[in-house]
């Protein structure tokens, strides 16, 4: 009887943990180890051709265009990468610091800065290019509005200005995330540090700054790493907002639309190119995973336990 109900335990265990491992098996496993192999062949089209070591790694990173092209994308990047830093995790650590000062209106606004989160990325993409049309889109008409109709501008259609345009609307969409998790991480904070610190000073930013901040650093390593890995694998929104070929002109460019458009062709890059474009994908997975391993090993260090 006993062998029988552990028997019937081990099955839905089974039944519960197979499918997710296989299907992590099926559609990342497999995938990342193709693309391992396929870097070091050369590709006519669909059609596999000779071993040739390293050949596709430089190509990549040492001959043109293909060189230009990733040291232009990887530097779209890194501009991501600082950008988000600063406009959705430094704005969600403010929202979270004043939702959890319980200002007013807290209860209502701890819903509505997490609403953007759940739409799909397809609907903040259409949506946000509506906001930035040049002649009836919400940004030009609030300029004109309020008398700043010379700032008015073609936010996508220009170089200057269309990679942080689409920033701003990663921010917008993502920044309920890292506001949570930082709300998560202040309501942690034992109130036994917080009346020790209201009897030394009543200054907002000296709690924020020399308290809050350091103590919430636990959330702060989530944030920042996952924040690192979506900066360098962007493709969703500029693919919507701008196109695989990174319009325009290229200023758009990031690695996921890079490698994108060297695997599977664009009407730009025309032909598929299996070689490069695997090497490509390797040459970026290895780049986030080793770099993400050591910003979370750093911020480990320097968290506070409570």
């Not at 259409?126 to 030009?140: I, M, T």
């Not at 598929?272 to 910003?295: K, M, R, Y």
Request: glycine share 6%.
């Amino acid at each position: 009887m006993m062998s029988s109900k552990l028997t019937g335990r081990r099955l839905w265990i089974a039944a519960l943990v197979v499918p997710p491992i296989a299907f992590m098996c099926l559609f990342l496993v497999y995938p990342i180890l193709s693309a391992f192999a396929y870097a070091f062949y050369e590709w006519r089209g669909l059609v596999r051709g000779d071993f040739v070591w390293f050949d596709n790694f430089h190509r990549v990173l040492f001959e043109y265009p293909f060189s230009e092209r990733t040291i232009n994308a990887f530097k779209h990047n890194i501009f991501v990468f600082f950008a988000l830093m600063v406009l959705q995790n430094g704005v969600g650590f403010i929202l979270a610091y004043c939702l959890w000062r319980e200002l007013w209106g807290a209860r209502f606004h701890r819903i509505a800065v997490f609403l953007p989160v759940v739409l799909s990325t397809v609907i903040v993409g259409l949506l946000w290019k509506l906001f930035y049309h040049p002649l009836f889109g919400a940004v030009n008409a609030s300029l004109r509005a309020v008398g700043l109709g010379s700032l008015a501008q073609p936010w996508l259609g220009q170089d200057s200005t269309a990679l942080t345009a689409i920033v701003v609307a990663n921010a917008w969409h993502m920044v309920g995330f890292p506001t949570l998790v930082f709300l998560a991480g202040m309501q942690r904070i034992p109130s036994e540090i917080l009346d020790a610190v209201r009897m030394e000073t009543e200054s907002e930013w000296v709690k924020m700054s020399k308290i809050v901040w350091p103590l919430v650093a636990p959330s702060a390593t989530v944030v920042f790493t996952l924040l690192f890995v979506g900066a360098f694998n962007w493709f969703e929104l500029p693919f919507i907002m701008a196109g695989v070929d990174g319009n325009p002109h290229e200023a758009t460019d990031v690695l996921g639309l890079y490698f994108y458009r060297t695997a599977f062709g664009s009407m730009s890059a025309s032909a598929e190119n299996f070689g490069p474009g695997s090497a490509l994908a390797v040459l970026i997975f290895l780049f986030i995973a080793v770099v993400s391993s050591v910003i979370t090993v750093r911020l480990r260090r320097r968290e506070i336990q409570l």
